[in-house]
């Protein structure tokens, strides 16, 4: 059943706001104070906090909004338990202090970020039962476990609770997956606490992006930064666009325009994005590959999170996400590009194995996996460690002859706030606003709607249909696919919206100026790229 969606009120846009795709080429010249490339989560929210301020912001991506690493996570609105148990020997980790410190600085982070997230945004979070079997082979006792959490709580004493308890033997019935875990021979305690899970990160990205919009930011996706340069004599950056929309009918725009302030947050295209400066500078980032396979699990399952670690000794969740379950994840080193990535045959049946190794009475099969996929994490590289640093580090590209540009690495979706006040905080050293302070809004939600009763009729719901308006209107689809994925994130139900595609097609033809042969195009091209991206094994 396909879950209750939020209904936004439709608020006026500013003279310079745009709401298509098109007409690149009227910014030819137009100066901003601040140029934003890249529009996941971070640029997004580092957008809003600039408008905020006052400045004048443009903001480009090269594909749809948020379709990067935003789109591709976990999920997970993680307490921070994952820097202290991470797999590695506590031992090991105290003979570390530099590494300790900062991993306990990281904790207190991630809990302030998720106090606040609960607090200003419950409608974009679920809450969910969390549990964490301790075996007597793990890497960590009960008692450590005990001592991590009051270490968490001892971060954000009165914030969101973690509802932390321990199951000893004899206690595991209060756990309904309990039988499902391995080894029960081994099995010391179960860790449960409440975790949040975001639903769906995208959203929250598109919420930041439009309240920048409604503050007078210009937003674009699918524009590509061609170029980006300073003239002689010329402290401002000159950047070049170009649109990158694909069909017969829209044929590639350009414009060049200019900015005092370049912030590169492209993820895991940042060094990319820094190359297209001519500077030949060394690489930030350190791309990390990760899937995630969906399938059904049995109904004590509902409600309820796996936290455990894979036969390599990292982290594996298994978290309940609009009555399926999402498994993951993997990581592996990645060179290329990052959007075109997808799980391969070899990873699913990983995953899978490791999924029956934690709960080996689900004997699940390749052929049960639902749907998959894959990501890029855009980590700090880190010349220590090939596989890269959870470091969130903002590069000042001063140091390489490129002043007045920041670029950013190692940021999650959960320290988005964070991140974006810094980069602010940071821009106003050196930047005056050409404009006043505003007020934002971390969330323009105003009604839920119920769509559950609508699933299986032939009419729409008024209201849905509006919604659907709404944003084919005022929120730049270009496709079906960013309408059923981002704006509405229907993608993420467990039929990925096919049950409803059409629908919502004919409903959204009429704004976006589609025929009914566009509309099949459309359905045609949805379905191959659930295909392509989240495959099944032997779907080729």
Same mark, same amino acid.
């Given at each position: ?199 769906? $990160? /995208?959203?929250?990205?598109?919420? =930041?992006? +439009?309240?920048?919009?409604?503050? @007078? !930011?210009? &937003?674009?996706?699918? #524009? ?27 044929? $590639? /725009?350009?414009?060049?325009?200019? =900015?005092? +302030?370049?912030?590169?947050?492209? @993820? !895991?295209? &940042?060094?990319?994005? #820094? ?266």
């Amino acid at each position: 059943m396909l879950k209750p969606i939020t209904i936004q009120k439709e608020t006026p846009l500013p003279p310079n706001a745009s709401t298509s795709p098109h007409g690149l080429s009227q910014l030819e010249q137009t100066h901003f104070d601040i140029a934003v490339v890249g529009a996941g989560i971070n640029g997004a929210s580092a957008a809003q906090h600039l408008c905020a301020a006052g400045y004048k912001v443009l903001v480009v991506d090269q594909g749809d909004f948020a379709n990067g690493a935003t789109s591709r996570s976990s999920r997970l609105l993680h307490c921070g338990l994952r820097h202290l148990a991470s797999g590695s020997n506590i031992w090991r980790t105290l003979l570390r202090p530099r590494h300790l410190a900062m991993s306990m600085k990281t904790v207190r982070d991630d809990m302030l970020a998720r106090d606040e997230i609960v607090r200003t945004i419950p409608i974009r979070v679920k809450p969910i039962n969390f549990c964490l079997p301790i075996y007597s082979d793990d890497q960590y006792t009960p008692w450590q476990l005990d001592a991590a959490f009051a270490a968490l709580r001892m971060t954000s004493p009165t914030g969101e609770p973690l509802k932390y308890r321990r199951c000893r033997p004899g206690q595991t019935d209060q756990v309904p997956i309990s039988p499902w875990l391995r080894d029960p021979e081994k099995l010391r305690s179960i860790a449960v606490f409440q975790e949040y899970l975001f639903d769906w $990160p /995208e959203r929250i990205a598109l919420d =930041a992006l +439009f309240d920048a919009r409604r503050m @007078g !930011a210009c &937003v674009r996706n699918y #524009t590509r930064v061609v170029e980006i340069r300073q003239a002689q004599k010329d402290a401002r950056w000159h950047i070049t666009l170009q649109s990158t929309e694909q069909g017969a009918l829209h044929t $590639p /725009e350009s414009a060049t325009v200019t =900015a005092d +302030f370049v912030l590169n947050l492209a @993820g !895991a295209w &940042v060094d990319d994005v #820094t190359a297209r400066t001519g500077s030949n500078t060394a690489p930030r980032c350190a791309g990390m590959k990760g899937i995630h396979i969906a399938v059904q699990l049995p109904e004590e399952f509902a409600d309820w999170g796996v936290f455990t670690y894979n036969s390599i000794g990292e982290p594996l969740y298994c978290l309940p996400f609009r009555g399926i379950h999402y498994v993951g994840l993997t990581r592996t080193p990645f060179q290329g590009d990052a959007a075109s990535v997808s799980a391969t045959d070899q990873e699913i049946e990983w995953m899978v194995s490791e999924t029956n190794r934690c709960l080996p009475k689900l004997s699940l099969e390749p052929s049960d996996v639902l749907f998959t996929w894959a990501g890029v994490n855009p980590l700090t590289r880190d010349p220590l460690d090939p596989m890269g640093s959870r470091e969130i580090k903002i590069h000042d590209l001063a140091v390489d002859g490129l002043p007045n540009m920041l670029a950013l690495t190692g940021g999650p979706i959960m320290t988005h706030r964070r991140v974006a006040r810094k980069i602010t905080r940071e821009i106003q050293k050196r930047l005056v606003p050409s404009g006043d302070r505003r007020d934002l809004q971390y969330c323009s939600a105003q009604t839920i709607f119920d769509y559950d009763a609508a699933c299986d009729g032939n009419q729409m719901p008024k209201d849905y249909s509006s919604e659907i308006a709404r944003c084919a209107r005022n929120e730049m689809p270009a496709n079906l696919a960013d309408l059923l994925m981002r704006r509405l994130g229907l993608g993420w139900e467990p039929d990925q919206g096919l049950g409803q595609a059409r629908k919502i097609a004919e409903t959204a033809a009429p704004h976006l100026g589609w025929t009914n042969s566009r509309i099949e195009d459309e359905l045609i091209a949805y379905q191959a790229q659930l295909d392509r991206f989240r495959r099944k094994q032997g779907a080729d």
